[in-house]
């Protein structure tokens, strides 16, 4: 008997009070600049219900700041089209009527339509991936982790800064999160959940090393390790086939230095 066909579930994202962010954040700024108010809808307010769009743009070409309903069949990468970033909220819809695409290799994962239903609200963290669970419990943890590390620094800040630098340079010569990282992320669709991540980890570290009066050369070194650090939450289904990808994912997850990462199953 032939296996059915498992249903593409569609995900919109939107600001935290549920409405629809710009489809095109410069034609917004610009628009906002010539005292223009930009739609926008809100999902939240429509669970259950059908939504046309307000004011739709020519299919589909991106000619209005919010000119058609953009959806994602990879919730990995819908983060890379909103404004404001971090934090959403998710939900997914249903396109009705016509759809469209902007065709090409890079764009399969996108669909647009002028009509959607608002069939539920999901869980946000579903936008890095399916282990978004873990990168956002990792994130929650960073500050604590960052003032830990600057305190190991602090305590003996020779032999820290020889360990960091030992770590560095694995980082670098094995280039595994410039190149693995990235490109692993590429092939699961989870380039935008990545950057995002990278992005809230490296701030946060760094934010947290610098308040309890870290010096700069070690607020850099624990915001890489930050960053390395929820690249490897996020990528460690990815990274586990052969003996050098492993060794590669414990390089993201801070092998040989002292506070061990932790890694949420």
């Excluded at 593409?8 to 954040?25: F, I, K, N």
């Excluded at 869980?123 to 982790?145: K, M, N, T």
């Excluded at 990282?181 to 490296?202: E, I």
Aim: some cysteine; glycine content about 8%.
């Amino acid at each position: 008997m032939a296996r059915s066909a498992r249903p593409v579930a569609h995900y919109m994202a939107t600001r935290p009070d549920g409405t629809v962010p710009p489809t095109c954040a410069h034609l917004a700024r610009y628009a906002r600049a010539q005292g223009e108010q930009v739609p926008t809808v809100n999902l939240a307010d429509h669970i259950g219900q059908v939504i046309d769009h307000p004011s739709p743009g020519q299919k589909w070409y991106t000619d209005k700041p919010f000119g058609y309903f953009h959806m994602y069949t990879r919730p990995g990468e819908i983060l890379e089209r909103i404004e404001e970033g971090w934090p959403i909220r998710l939900f997914v819809v249903e396109p009705l009527g016509e759809t469209g695409n902007w065709g090409g290799r890079y764009y399969p994962y996108w669909l647009m339509s002028h009509q959607i239903r608002v069939v539920a609200e999901t869980d946000a963290w579903r936008a890095f991936g399916h282990r978004g669970e873990q990168v956002l419990a990792a994130l929650a943890q960073l500050p604590d982790l960052a003032r830990q590390w600057a305190a190991e620094w602090a305590a003996d800040p020779e032999t820290t800064h020889r360990a960091y630098e030992a770590w560095e340079k694995r980082v670098d010569d094995t280039h595994a999160l410039t190149w693995w990282a990235y490109w692993r992320a590429q092939y699961s669709r989870r380039s935008a959940g990545l950057a995002t991540a990278d992005q809230l980890a490296g701030d946060a570290a760094a934010q947290a090393a610098t308040d309890v009066g870290a010096e700069p050369h070690a607020v850099a070194l624990i915001r890489l390790r930050a960053r390395c650090l929820v690249a490897g939450q996020l990528l460690h289904d990815r990274l586990r086939t052969g003996e050098y990808e492993q060794s590669i994912r414990t390089v993201l997850l801070s092998a040989g230095l002292d506070t061990p990462a932790p890694v949420p199953a």
